[in-house]
């Protein structure tokens, strides 16, 4: 673990005069913000500070400029890019403590909330009105983590990623101004769209403290159903077709073999074959469920789907999805002692079962273990490498096998991270998908940030 160095003693002064105790140079709270859950080598920072107002990020923000000292915003720490990994000489911004849920519109469909609000805080509260907020990434992670690397999900296909449903922000710039971007209204044509420019920020363009959210009706009915296939490329096909007739389709989740091999021994889903499976789920009126799941029946028949099992009941469809959002755990479950490598790419759906093929074929090479999940109906698939910690040469195999994926969603039209983001690890590969666009982004990042203090050796090299 990198050493972190010392606060200047004036700005430490001045943070613990404006946070208290909540200004931490303790080891084991620096220690705990050294790292996200990727494979990054963790480094301390030199300090932590819990704020929990807007005010207090942007008093905070502004003496740390003063100082020329970087501070790095931390959420949940479930990123996978080294996102939260900190400078030695940075300053952690945890917003855990900004959780306050400040208000919900059921007649407007909408919700304004604090950073540090949780995905299944926000969802709890949200149930026993009947309304829910559908972005889905599995981790708990914070709203203000989700907002800042573009998070999206199992339901994206249905409801859109955090872009489709964030209508504004409160972000607090490198200088400490607070800006708000953004409004209640569904649509406006009035000025630049910033609410998209912070998006997928990852921090290095200001910190997020508030959120103004899109909600949705809860559906009256709701039914999942599995069908499984004897090649990726059936499974892709059947997704493909159902979305040219506009299926309305809720979840769409491929489960490669290598995974359903693991689900069926970690999570005891023993009526099911070691194939490539599809896991659907439909929302809508009982009659409009009942028909989208026929009609999806008869296009994995027409592709050689076997099988097609319908469920209605919660407790049946609360076991398929936990099974899904456990993958992690059936994969480490795999290989006792190593750890999971966890990558993501996104190509267009047409290309989606050549490039799933192609890095199948390309792990089987290298002699890798990695199983393969994907959010279909967007392109979007993940590899979860597992790799022994103490092997370089197994951990360089990885990493290259990583570029080497990177590369080839962005030589099939896709992108290097469909919903991961780009952190420290994916940056030179946005400079291979973007080109020339990379100076644009420069710009705008010397503009908002000249002393590159916000989150700095992440999405771009400044």
Not at 45 to 57: D, G, L, N, Q, S
Not at 141 to 167: I, P
Not at 210 to 229: H, K, T, W, Y
Not at 246 to 268: C, K, N, T, Y
Request: charged content about 25%; hydrophobic content about 40%; proline content about 5%.
């Amino acid at each position: 673990m990198t050493e972190a160095q010392e606060v200047p003693a004036a700005l430490a002064v001045e943070l613990t005069e404006l946070l208290g105790n909540r200004f931490s140079q303790a080891a084991a709270v620096r220690g705990h913000h050294s790292a996200g859950e990727g494979w990054d080598n963790p480094v301390l920072p030199a300090a932590v500070c819990f704020p929990e107002t807007t005010e207090e990020v942007a008093a905070l923000a502004e003496a740390c400029a003063g100082a020329a000292v970087p501070i790095v915003p931390f959420g949940a720490g479930s990123s996978l890019e080294a996102h939260v990994v900190p400078p030695p000489t940075g300053i952690s911004v945890d917003l855990t403590r900004m959780n306050a849920i400040i208000d919900v519109s059921e007649g407007d469909l909408d919700c304004h909330v604090q950073a540090g609000v949780t995905r299944e805080q926000l969802e709890t509260h949200l149930n026993k009105r009947g309304i829910f907020f559908p972005v889905d990434p599995g981790a708990d992670a914070t709203l203000g983590g989700m907002v800042a690397t573009g998070a999206s999900g199992t339901t994206t296909v249905r409801y859109g990623a955090m872009r489709e449903n964030v209508l504004g922000l409160t972000v607090v710039l490198a200088d400490g101004r607070i800006i708000r971007t953004g409004g209640r209204a569904r649509k406006s044509s009035a000025g630049y769209d910033l609410t998209r420019l912070f998006i997928a920020s990852e921090g290095t363009l200001g910190i997020i403290t508030e959120v103004r959210l899109r909600l949705r009706g809860i559906p009256e009915a709701i039914s999942a159903a599995v069908c499984q296939f004897d090649t990726v490329a059936d499974v892709v096909n059947s997704v493909i077709e159902a979305i040219q007739i506009e299926l309305p389709l809720a979840r769409s989740e491929l489960v490669d073999a290598v995974q359903m091999s693991a689900f069926i021994e970690h999570e005891g889903l023993d009526e099911f074959e070691p194939k490539p499976t599809l896991m659907l789920e439909f929302h809508g009126s009982e009659e409009g469920v009942r028909e989208q799941a026929e009609a999806m029946a008869a296009i994995c028949s027409s592709h050689g789907g076997a099988d097609f099992r319908w469920v209605t009941k919660q407790e049946d469809r609360t076991r398929l999805w936990r099974a899904r959002h456990r993958a992690y755990y059936a994969v480490m479950a795999m290989a006792p002692g190593k750890k999971a490598m966890i990558t993501d790419a996104c190509v267009p759906i047409s290309r989606l079962a050549e490039c799933i093929e192609e890095t199948r074929a390309d792990l089987e090479r290298t002699g890798l273990l990695s199983p393969i999940v994907g959010h279909i109906g967007d392109g979007n698939f993940h590899c979860q490498i597992l790799c022994a910690p103490d092997d370089d040469a197994e951990i360089a195999a990885c990493r290259s096998f990583v570029g080497r994926l990177a590369e080839r969603a962005i030589a099939m039209g896709g992108t290097c991270t469909g919903e991961h983001g780009v952190g420290a690890n994916k940056i030179d590969y946005v400079e291979q998908e973007y080109g020339p666009a990379v100076d644009v982004m420069r710009s705008i990042k010397r503009a908002l940030d000249p002393q590159n203090v916000m989150n700095p050796g992440k999405v771009l090299r400044f």
